[in-house]
């Protein structure tokens, strides 16, 4: 696998692999913005892969965009299990 791949690859998974919430109180915001990073992680997939509706800037582009994206998206909306197993 080549690096620009793996880094791209990581990216997606960085957009869909956050914390689970602490409580179900916390479900709601943590499916929003699940959802909202998906939806980026499918725009950026769709570029990568040279779909007709995207642009095919090559996959460094679509890995630099995806990061950006998840950027102004961290998973502080919501209450979540941290590191050490405690509520963050």
Known sequence: MSPDTREFLAAV???IDIPTPATIGDREAFMR???DRVLDAVVALNGALGEPSASDWG???HTEYL???LATKPPTT???HGADGGAA
Do not use: S
Request: charged fraction near 40%; aromatic fraction near 14%; avoid cysteine.
């Open 13 to 15: 998974r960085e957009a």
């Open 33 to 35: 913005l699940l959802e």
């Open 59 to 61: 996959l460094g582009w």
């Open 67 to 69: 990061r950006k994206q």
């Open 78 to 80: 919501y209450r979540h």
